[in-house]
């Protein structure tokens, strides 16, 4: 029996670190379905889907994040957009990119990611949207959001990240855990000793996330020797909130010239929403009406 998706929070030690930690299988298995992505494109989409769960976990309110890696790999990036709410969606830019595996016998997540920078893009409903970039580190994805956490954000942070990718291409298992240690810690040699002790034990997240411990039982015996007490809990999906009427108003600011060349071609127009490859067709009539509505807005 599948596990449930869901988000646990914990203190470790004595409040000396905060972790998140994560089961997303559900919500890879929704992107790979949407997407039809290869095995490489799978495990890059998933690991952005996840740590972008995470950040959102971080926020308050009505905050939407857009997470954008940009590298010159075969991938053609990717665009993760969440929600404090557990919600996420995104899609790469080649989604049927296809690599041999790595030296070590791992999906070619680097490679084909690429060099480039990492864009954590906040729109707190404000004029402007608050942007903090890096450059990509590795294109695995953890070592970047890590990188970011420690140098954008001044919060030292262990990311780890992990797709399993059955041999029909469905991820059997996705998942991460994120450690950050809190300012208190940030000079315990001790506590961070054994952090890095604890961490260098933990098995492939992964292939934890593929079996049938909760996250807090994969929690509890990766740090229970720190000290866990967890605090909080939160359902995580794959949620696209894409709609007819929203292609709709997309058409209506092409403007009367344009729409005006759709109706005359007297064709079907089919748009795709990129995040969840959702179709939304438009007859011809339906684009006369939308050119009468803006030719004559009072009507």
């Not at 646990?8 to 929704?30: H, I, P, S, Y």
């Not at 889907?49 to 053609?76: C, F, N, R, S, Y």
């Not at 929600?83 to 990119?97: A, C, E, I, L, M």
């Not at 795709?272 to 490859?277: E, I, L, P, R, S």
Request: charged share 20%; glycine share 10%; net charge negative.
């Amino acid at each position: 029996m599948q596990q449930q998706d869901y988000l646990v929070r914990a203190m470790l030690g004595e409040n000396q670190a905060r972790l998140f930690a994560l089961r997303t299988t559900e919500v890879v298995r929704q992107a790979q379905h949407n997407h039809h992505t290869s095995p490489v494109a799978t495990a890059a989409l998933g690991r952005t889907l996840t740590i972008g769960l995470v950040i959102g976990a971080m926020v308050k309110g009505e905050e939407t994040i857009t997470l954008q890696i940009k590298g010159d790999g075969p991938l053609q990036g990717i665009v993760v957009s969440v929600t404090s709410q557990g919600t996420v969606k995104g899609y790469v830019g080649n989604p049927h990119v296809d690599l041999p595996l790595s030296a070590q016998g791992k999906l070619a997540v680097g490679a084909a990611v690429g060099e480039g920078y990492l864009h954590v893009i906040r729109d707190l409903g404000l004029k402007e949207a608050y942007q903090g970039t890096v450059p990509l580190q590795t294109g695995e994805i953890a070592e970047d959001f890590a990188y970011y956490f420690t140098h954008s954000e001044q919060t030292p942070s262990a990311v780890i990240l992990g797709v399993l990718v059955g041999v029909d291409g469905v991820p059997l298992g996705s998942g991460g855990i994120i450690i950050q240690l809190l300012p208190d810690a940030i000079h315990d040699e001790e506590f961070i000793t054994k952090l890095e002790v604890s961490l260098e034990k933990l098995p492939p997240v992964s292939s934890l996330f593929a079996g049938e411990q909760t996250p807090e039982e994969i929690v509890e015996s990766a740090f229970g020797e720190l000290g866990v007490h967890f605090v909080g809990h939160q359902e995580v999906r794959f949620h696209c909130d894409c709609s007819w009427e929203r292609f709709e108003q997309a058409l209506i600011t092409l403007g009367p010239e344009e729409l005006e060349e759709l109706v005359t071609a007297n064709e079907v127009i089919e748009t795709v929403c990129h995040f969840c490859n959702e179709k939304y067709n438009f007859t011809p009539e339906q684009l006369n009406n939308l050119l009468a509505k803006l030719l004559n807005p009072r009507e």
